[in-house]
Antibody
Framework: QVQLQESGPGLVKPSETLSLTCTVS???????????WAWIRQPPGKGLEWIGY???????RYNPSLKSRVAISIDTSKNQFSLKLSSVTAADTAVFFCVRDRVDYFIDVWGKGTTVTVSS | QSVLTQPPSVSGAPGQRVTISCTGN?????????VHWYQQFPGTAPKLLIY???NRPSGVPDRFSGSKSGTSASLAISGLQADDEADYYC???????????FGGGTKLTVL
C-alpha cells in the first residue's frame, strides 16, 4: 500500500523559507487521476489545517489563508512532492504531514509527520 | 478558530456509547458535502476512521459509526474501550473558502 515519508529541516529561522519533501512509496504519484498530493499542518496542542494540494498534472490549490506564501511542486521522476512556505514566523511552528488527498475531499493516507520549529 | 465546531472533550465509561458532534454551516456540511472522521493518538498521525458520512475503511470496527443531518454530523462509538481514548476530528469541504475544513478536535476520555 502507499506510504508517505516527510523529510526536511526541523529548524527554520524567522523570515526564511520552510522546505519539506514527501517521498511516495508503494505507488506512483501519477497512477490515479482522482488523487491529489497535499500538505496538512498541526501546531503544538492544536487542530489540523489543510495547506494545499497538487495533482500529478501540476495543477494546485492552496488554502487562501496561506496562498501568498505557499508553493507545492511535484517531481514525478522521483515520486516526490514538496512544500515551500516563505516568510515564516513562530506561528508556523507545527507538525507537517504529507498526505494523499482525494477528489471526493478526504484524506486516506497520511505520512508520519515531521516537526518544524521556527526560531532564531 | 475552526470552520467546523466540535466539543473540546467527551468522556464515557468502558462499554458505554458516546457521540461526538460536528457543526458546520451552509457552505460546508449544509451544502451537501460529505463529512469524514479521523482518529489521532498522541504523537502519531491521524487515521481515517469514517468517510462519506458513514463508511468505514477496511479494518475499522463496526463500533464506530457516522451520521449526518442538515448542517451537522455525529460520530458514535459504542462498546467503549480503553484504547479508544484519542483525539477525533471531523472534516468536510467548504465551498466558500475552497478548503478541506477541519473541526477543532474532540478529546475522548475513557473513564
Amino acid at each position: 500500500q502507499v506510504q508517505l515519508q516527510e523529510s526536511g529541516p526541523g529548524l527554520v529561522k524567522p523570515s526564511e523559507t520552510l522546505s519539506l519533501t514527501c517521498t511516495v512509496s508503494g505507488g506512483s504519484v501519477y497512477s490515479d487521476n482522482n488523487k491529489y498530493w497535499a500538505w496538512i499542518r498541526q501546531p503544538p496542542g492544536k487542530g489540523l489545517e489543510w495547506i494545499g494540494y497538487i495533482h500529478h498534472t501540476g495543477s494546485t490549490r492552496y488554502n487562501p489563508s496561506l496562498k501568498s506564501r505557499v508553493a507545492i511542486s511535484i517531481d514525478t521522476s522521483k515520486n516526490q512532492f514538496s512544500l515551500k512556505l516563505s516568510s515564516v514566523t513562530a506561528a508556523d511552528t507545527a507538525v507537517f504531514f504529507c498526505v494523499r488527498d482525494r477528489v471526493d475531499y478526504f484524506i486516506d493516507v497520511w505520512g508520519k509527520g515531521t516537526t518544524v520549529t521556527v526560531s532564531s | 478558530q475552526s470552520v467546523l465546531t466540535q466539543p473540546p472533550s467527551v468522556s464515557g465509561a468502558p462499554g458505554q456509547r458516546v457521540t461526538i458532534s460536528c457543526t458546520g454551516n451552509s457552505s460546508n456540511i449544509g451544502a451537501s458535502y460529505n463529512v469524514h472522521w479521523y482518529q489521532q493518538f498522541p504523537g502519531t498521525a491521524p487515521k481515517l476512521l469514517i468517510y462519506g458520512n458513514n463508511n468505514r475503511p477496511s479494518g475499522v470496527p463496526d463500533r464506530f459509526s457516522g451520521s449526518k443531518s442538515g448542517t451537522s454530523a455525529s460520530l458514535a462509538i459504542s462498546g467503549l474501550q480503553a484504547d479508544d481514548e484519542a483525539d477525533y476530528y471531523c472534516q468536510s469541504f467548504d465551498i466558500s473558502l475552497h478548503v478541506r475544513a477541519f473541526g477543532g478536535g474532540t478529546k475522548l476520555t475513557v473513564l
